[in-house]
Structures are given as structure tokens and as C-alpha cells.
């Protein structure tokens, strides 16, 4: 394929040359954390050195495009990226999709709806919600003054970042194997009902947390809430501040993320592409799903 028409992978050493494409938005703190090499990733661009594109992959499924696609050319390397090098390791890796995170504009929807030959594409908007401390504390000091029921209880555990099956793993993956976070586990008479953990994506003292209450049964009942607040507890000690995402559509936890205390900040879409005719069962394909 002649160079001119895809996109570079970028080392290590050359990651600060699309850093810039990513500070400031709260919602790129994954791509700052695999610019900074806290979490596994690739990085590519349309040049070495003063790039217009680029695109940070975090391992799994996330990506986050940013830059210029107003020339046909950049729209081309992204698109021939798309089909040449993710769709290949999508295949290897036996993953069923992946997803893009864009700024909201009608050139990245355009671009990123075009009909690409096996692939189809969903397209949904997310955000993010900031911490605020001082909500977070008066709800944690009216929930001190219940004590937890007899068969309730929570402990800390620690889980790991990679998730990923060792035959699928690449060499730049194997330093991040024992690579662990801390969550927040939730049990009833010793039954796991809820699990709130630091999903591995961090940057000074900022980092996502996710947030599952598993059974139907055991939904509506608090759990989630005594999850998130215990594990913000735990870090807001190490000094450490969450983030909180979620689709539009997920009204159960934005109303979550309100009564913790976060406040939305800022809203974007992602673009979900799905390999059509995989058959691959996503529980099974994706450990990283969100």
C-alpha cells in the first residue's frame, strides 16, 4: 500500500506529538492515559512529527479519532485504516466491534456513516459528568448515620486492568498483565450483587469508574449507590477524583451519577461499528464492555 494513504503507528518516544489533539476534554482521559503509557494501547497519525490525524486505541474496542478530515486525503487514510488494520485485529482477536469517540460535527457523523463493505455502524451520544466533592461528602455523611444491614457488606478487591486472554495478547501488552485497580465489592449473605471499580483509565488524579449491579432481581435496591460511594470514598482518601460516563439513553445511571454527587460536563458521540455475520457472542468476545 504506497505510505501516503495510511496512517503511521507511532512508538512510545513519539507519542507527544499528538498529545495535544487530547488535553483538555475529560472524555479523552483514556487516550492521555495510553499517550502516557499507563494504559495499553496504539497510537497512530498521518505524520511522525506534525501530525493533523491521529488516533489513539485503547486495547479492546475504544478509539478516539481526532484532527483534520476536511481534505479527502486524511478521510481516506482514516477510512482505509479502518478496514486494514482494525478490522484485520478485530478478526484476530475475535471480537465482534469497536468504537470511535469523535467531537460532535457533522463531518466526523458524515465520514464515519459512509457504508464500509462487512461493517455496520451505530451512532449515540455520551457523557461525561465531573465530581463534586462537597455533594459527594453530604451524602456520604447521611448514609454513615445507617449502618449496613446484618447480611450486608462490603470489601475491597483488587482487579485486574487486562483483562485480555494470553494468546491475544501483543508484546506491548504483556508489561500491563499484573496491572491492578481497586473496586468496591457488594454482597449479600456472601452473593456478589454489585461491583463498582476503577476501570484501569487514569491521569494524575483523575480516573473512570464503572458501576454493575449483575441480576435484574437486585436492581433498585441501593446497591449500586453503596458500591460507587464506598470506592470514591477510598480514593477521594488517596486523593484521588472520579469521572463518571454513560450513554443518553442509560437513564438509570445518570440518575446514579447525580445522586453521587457529579454534575454532566460535556457530551459527545460514539460511533459503534459491528462486524457483520461474526457470530461471536459479545459476554464472551469483549472483557472490556462498559
Partial sequence: MNELNKLL??????FAAVYDFYAGKKHHLPALSVLLENYPGRVFADHMEAPALAVVWATGRWMYAAGDIS???????LMTFLQTVVVPDCQQR???????????????TELLTLEIAGLS?????????????ERFIQLRNRRAAIPLEGDLSVTYEEFPVLALPEH?????????????ASGAVVKVRDKVVSICKNNGFGVNNRYFIDVDTYAESER??????????????YYLDQGMLPLWETTHENMASHKLALRLGFEPVESYPVFAFAMEGSGIDEEVSNPYSR
Avoid at 481534505?71 to 487514510?77: A, P
Avoid at 475475535?94 to 466526523?108: A, L, R
Avoid at 433498585?220 to 470514598?233: C, E, H, P, Q, R
Wanted: cysteine-free.
Fill in 94 to 108: 475475535q471480537e465482534n466491534g469497536f468504537e470511535i469517540y469523535t467531537e460532535d460535527s457533522d463531518s466526523w
Fill in 71 to 77: 481534505s479527502e486525503n486524511n478521510r481516506l487514510k
Fill in 168 to 180: 491475544y495478547r501483543s508484546a506491548r501488552e504483556d508489561r500491563f498483565v499484573g496491572l491492578t
Fill in 121 to 133: 455502524v451505530d451512532r449515540h451520544m455520551e457523557s461525561v459528568y465531573e465530581f463534586n466533592s
Fill in 220 to 233: 433498585g435496591k441501593g446497591y449500586a449507590t453503596l458500591a460507587a460511594a464506598s470506592l470514591i470514598s
Fill in 9 to 14: 503507528e507511532l512508538q512510545p518516544e513519539n
